[in-house]
């Protein structure tokens, strides 16, 4: 039986060797290659903390200790040694989430996949066990070395270094990288002392591990060039940096060596104050195809083969981040003030090809992006027009930075969000549905949101051609829909789709749900109700042109890939008011929830979000308010019953 079997709980740890824990650590690191392999999911962050996550589990006693981690995409160790080894259906609906879920298991602490908050969670949780009188447990917070680039850990290692009486113990894995190399200058900060030949004497430092870094460390510093010069130089010894916030530092320790792990662990546990343990690891530890990648270290992957690596999907679909990418090169070339920027997610973003052919027009700021913000206020200040290229989930986090810096200065910014709406399987933290309605209340602000490729391609010329107020462009993620050309475009930029005779439903659909509301407005067709279709292409402010077809309709319809909450369809609602308009509006969105893992349509067929199921709404509505149409409707059984036959 293999040892991985016996393990059901952290305790089945204590009982075996170091020698077993070594023939552990190589069978979780064949299933993490076997099971990610099938499903795809983060794979490179979790070879390399193998050995760490087993020391933690032996040192410490979850859950009465307390695990942060930070970002979560590096727990599926710790998953497998608390009794979750059923990985047939990760990232699934139904199946293990990608991150940790407080409804899977009570080791579960921090479900949020954002990175740089587990320090702020870790100070909050220390402080109320002490303040609480539980002096016998302990919060660890295992942070990535990525996660030093971010503010909040900055302010949060502020405030625990004023209140040391409790016992906080701060796991830095440093693996040069977040996604891609770690930038700036903590990164080149840590590179130094990971090198430094002094060092490598440390009691808890196996000189194995710096005889292995040579080709890896190079390919880590030639990753961080460019970086902010000089920050942190005045720091000449390793203690000096955590020295001076008063804070306990232990390592460098190599992270791949349990007994080392152990001994650094324990002493930090018995310290009684908080400690910083840092260990160095590497991604994609075990893994030759992991290793191998220059770019991510198999950050995350899909289907792949697992004995080569290789991706086993061979769609040669274009993706919208490829449109993006391609596009916001052309542009470059014919403007020289454009620059463009990120928070640590060069290539995910698409920022990688405009890195190649200027790089000097790209700013990793690493993962920071209430800086990217601000700091794109000041180059468009000076001169540039910055496009700041992020997840729709992380815009979130720099809503004030848009709101008083940018917003307020009428700083021409252009904000590209990928990945927004469902996006599927990275769960709740991942989706990218609040920024319609959030982004929609800043004063001038215009979003936009494409429909395909071609429109996508136009919107961002026009979002860079504004120099005097913030331009959102999102898109979600995936394939590229295929171009849907519009009957006429209006004076506004409103493109209409189809144009019904009879013009009893109005149907707005924002951004790639413009197929779906052509399906929809076929299946109405089918039952005499004549629908109209526009794609507004900008959807914040309100054009006027719908406006003015919304009075001449008898209902209207918005379907958009947000909450519907606050979102674009509420915005209509309000300005049809304004307008004196009494047009009927239904808004149809994802709800004012935090939407469980599963596919992107899984999700929205839940969400009611089909052809079929806002067809058979539509009608309902037409049936019960007695609205005129173009032909006697059937009975309503008969309607619903046809409306069941089609295919989505």
Not at 530 to 558: C, K, N
Request: glycine share 8%; with cysteine; proline share 4%.
């Amino acid at each position: 039986m293999a040892i991985l079997e016996t393990v059901h709980g952290p305790r089945d740890l204590d009982k075996l060797s170091h020698d077993e824990l070594s023939e552990l650590s190589g069978e979780i690191r064949e299933f993490l290659v076997r099971e990610v392999a099938r499903s795809g999911g983060h794979l490179g962050p979790n070879l390399g903390v193998v050995e760490l996550t087993i020391a933690i589990h032996r040192v410490f006693e979850s859950p009465n200790d307390s695990i942060v981690f930070d970002t979560g995409h590096q727990s599926y160790v710790h998953k497998l040694l608390t009794g979750r080894q059923d990985f047939s259906h990760l990232r699934e609906k139904g199946g293990l989430a990608g991150y940790p879920q407080r409804s899977e298991s009570i080791h579960d602490i921090v479900e949020s996949s954002h990175a740089s908050s587990s320090l702020s969670w870790a100070d909050g949780i220390s402080r109320a066990y002490s303040m609480t009188g539980q002096t016998d447990r302990h919060v660890i917070a295992v942070v990535g070395d990525g996660s030093l680039t971010g503010g909040m850990t900055w302010e949060a290692l502020n405030n625990i270094s004023h209140d040391n009486a409790r016992n906080l113990i701060i796991v830095v894995n440093d693996n040069g990288r977040s996604y891609a190399p770690t930038i700036g200058g903590m990164a080149r900060y840590l590179d130094k002392m990971r090198t430094r030949t002094s060092y490598r004497k440390l009691h808890f430092t196996s000189s194995r591990m710096f005889a292995k870094m040579g080709p890896y460390a190079r390919a880590f510093y030639r990753g961080m060039r460019g970086g902010v010069h000089g920050f942190l130089s005045r720091f000449t010894n390793n203690q000096d940096l955590y020295a001076n916030l008063d804070i306990k530092y232990l390592g460098p320790v190599n992270g791949h060596d349990i007994k080392a792990l152990e001994a650094a662990l324990t002493q930090a546990k018995n310290y009684g104050a908080p400690v910083i343990v840092h260990a160095i690891t590497e991604k994609g530890k075990g893994y030759e195809p992991a290793r191998q990648d220059v770019d991510d270290q198999f950050h995350a992957v899909g289907k792949i083969d697992p004995a080569t690596g290789k991706a086993l999907s061979t769609s040669t679909s274009l993706g919208w981040t490829d449109v993006f990418a391609e596009e916001l090169v052309a542009q470059a070339e014919r403007n020289d003030k454009i620059v463009g920027i990120t928070a640590a997610m060069l290539r995910p973003t698409g920022l990688h090809k405009l890195q190649e052919r200027f790089p000097e027009r790209v700013i990793d700021v690493g993962i920071a992006e209430q800086h990217a913000v601000t700091s794109a206020a000041g180059l468009a200040f000076g001169g540039m027009h910055p496009v700041v290229a992020l997840y729709a989930t992380f815009m979130n986090r720099a809503f004030d930075q848009i709101l008083m810096d940018v917003a307020l200065h009428k700083a021409g910014v252009t904000f590209v969000l990928d990945r927004a709406g469902v996006t599927g399987p990275d769960g709740p933290s991942h989706h990218g549905v609040w920024d319609l309605s959030i982004l929609q209340t800043v004063p001038h602000i215009r979003l936009a949101a494409p429909r395909d490729a071609t429109r996508l391609r136009e919107e961002l010329a026009e979002a860079i051609a504004v120099h005097d107020a913030p331009t959102v462009v999102r898109f979600p993620r995936g394939s590229v829909s295929a171009d849907i050309d519009a009957v006429r475009r209006c004076e506004d930029g409103v493109d209409v789709l189809l144009e019904a005779a009879h013009k009893d439903v109005l149907i707005v659909a924002i951004g790639p749900f413009a197929k779906l509301g052509l399906d929809v407005a076929a299946r109405l067709g089918q039952q005499g109700i004549g629908a109209t279709v526009v794609d507004p292409r900008w959807v914040v402010p309100v054009p006027a042109s719908i406006i003015e077809m919304a009075r001449d309709h008898r209902l209207v319809i918005t379907i958009e890939d947000g909450i519907r909450v606050a979102g674009i369809g509420t915005r209509i609602r309000q300005d049809l008011r304004s307008a004196g308009v009494d047009t009927a509006v239904d808004e149809l969105g994802l709800p004012d929830e935090f939407l469980d893992h599963a596919t992107r349509d899984e999700i929205l067929a839940e969400a009611g979000l089909t052809a079929q199921d806002i067809a058979r709404d539509v009608v309902a509505q037409v049936l019960g308010s007695k609205i005129p149409v173009a032909r006697p409707l059937p009975e309503e059984a008969s309607v619903n019953q046809s409306l069941r036959t089609d295919s989505n």
